[in-house]
Structures are given as structure tokens and as C-alpha cells.
């Protein structure tokens, strides 16, 4: 029962150089989504899909972009990563529909830029 | 412009009183009200949630109550345990068609044994 799958747990990067943050999940949810946490700031929403094929931007976008060919993963990409992205990186997922639906959350990636 | 406020960054209390938490909201269109709990080198984990239809909902030790006029609620935890102690958030959503959830800047709670 894995739930929601993050990779790498951390990972350094140089100023420029580009990558992406892995999400998958085995809970057959509509929704998921990518959170960054800095301190003091909370978690900010980056971006967001509510089912394959579709994707919408979050709090703070610039700089990252996804993609949602399947229902089970949602990459996260930085295209010429800078300083100011480093952060812990949560992605979560879950059900569609009326009512609260709890977001289940990835352990993180914990990713440094020098 | 932070829309969903947790304006005590930390917070501690003796094993066995009362823990309170507390979340405040700027966005009258928030419906679905919900706290996580996060352990440190974890991602968060679903705690209890309120729609606001209703100004109170408890579950186990854990009790949220909501004030809508107030634009605030607030998260009980009777008695406080040592395993209680990690980081708290509260998050906020509307359910009008975009999905997104919006978090606090989270409560550290340290439960003193």
C-alpha cells in the first residue's frame, strides 16, 4: 500500500541546470497537486490537476511546470532552477467530489540550489 | 495577501491539559475547513476537518470548531500527549470549481511530558 510515491528525497542542483521531481500515486485519485514549504511560509500550492490531461497553476507557478498524462503521475519540473526554489517539495493527491475530500501527501523531496 | 492565518508560530502545554490551535481566514467563500499534522522528515497527515454548515465536529481527542462570522476556528486536543507534538496546519478550500487548498503557515506544538 505505497499511497503517494516522492523521488528523489533530496537532491542538489547548480543555479541553471534543470529537473524533475517525481510523483506517483496507487489510490486511482482525480486530484493531485505540489506544495513547496519554506519557513514561515507554510505549504504554497505550485500547481494542481483534477484528472489527466488537465493542469492549472497554484499560488506560485513561475518557474515550474507539470504535466498529467496518466492518471497516477504528476512530474514536477524545473526548468533553469535558481536559488530562491530551494525548499522541501510536498505532492499530494486525492478523490474528486462533494465534501472534504483529505489530500494524502508524498514524504517530500528536499531540494538544495547552489 | 495570506488568506488562511496561524498567527502563533509555536506553542507548548503540559501532557494531559488542553491544546488549543488556532486558525484565521480572510476569504468568506472558504467552505471545507481541515488540519494536518506533520511530523518532522513526513509529509502532513489528514487530522479532522469541518464544512461550514456546521460550527463543530470532534473525533476522538480532537475537537475543530468554527466561527463563521469570526472567519476563525480552532483545533482542541484533550488530554495533550507527548506523540501530539509535531507541526499543525490548517487549510481552507472553496469548493466553487477550482480545487485549490490553501494552508496556514502552521502552529509548532511541543507537549511537555
Known amino acids: 500500500n505505497a499511497g503517494v510515491t516522492q523521488t528523489p528525497k533530496f537532491q542538489v542542483l547548480k543555479t541553471g541546470q534543470s529537473m524533475t521531481l517525481q510523483c506517483a500515486q496507487d489510490?486511482?485519485?482525480?486530484?493531485m497537486s505540489w506544495y513547496r514549504q519554506d519557513p514561515g511560509m507554510g505549504l504554497r500550492l505550485i500547481h494542481y490537476?483534477?484528472?489527466?490531461?488537465?493542469?492549472d497553476q497554484g499560488e506560485v507557478p513561475n518557474g515550474y511546470n507539470v504535466s498529467r498524462s496518466t492518471t497516477e503521475d504528476f512530474p514536477l519540473r524545473l526548468l533553469s532552477a535558481a536559488p530562491s526554489q530551494t525548499s522541501v517539495y510536498f505532492c499530494?493527491?486525492?478523490?474528486?467530489?462533494?465534501?472534504?475530500?483529505?489530500?494524502?501527501f508524498g514524504d517530500g523531496t528536499r531540494l538544495s540550489i547552489l | 495577501d495570506q488568506q488562511v492565518k496561524q498567527n502563533s508560530p509555536s506553542l507548548s502545554v503540559q501532557e494531559g491539559r488542553i491544546s488549543i490551535l488556532n486558525c484565521d481566514y480572510t476569504?468568506?467563500?472558504?467552505?471545507?475547513f481541515l488540519w494536518y499534522k506533520k511530523y518532522p522528515a513526513e509529509g502532513p497527515t489528514f487530522l479532522i476537518s469541518?464544512?461550514?454548515?456546521?460550527d463543530k465536529n470532534e473525533d476522538g481527542r480532537f475537537t475543530v470548531f468554527l466561527n463563521k462570522s469570526a472567519k476563525h476556528l480552532s483545533l482542541h486536543i484533550v488530554p495533550s500527549q507527548p506523540g501530539d507534538s509535531a507541526v499543525y496546519f490548517c487549510?481552507?478550500?472553496?469548493?466553487?470549481?477550482?480545487?485549490?487548498?490553501?494552508f496556514g503557515t502552521g502552529t509548532r506544538l511541543k507537549v511537555l511530558a
Open positions: 469541518i464544512s461550514s454548515i456546521k
Open positions: 490537476s483534477v484528472g489527466a490531461g488537465i493542469t
Open positions: 476569504n468568506s467563500m472558504f467552505d471545507y
Open positions: 499530494a493527491s486525492s478523490y474528486l467530489g462533494q465534501g472534504v475530500q483529505p489530500q494524502h
Open positions: 487549510a481552507a478550500s472553496e469548493t466553487s470549481g477550482t480545487y485549490k487548498y490553501i
Open positions: 489510490m486511482n485519485h482525480e486530484y
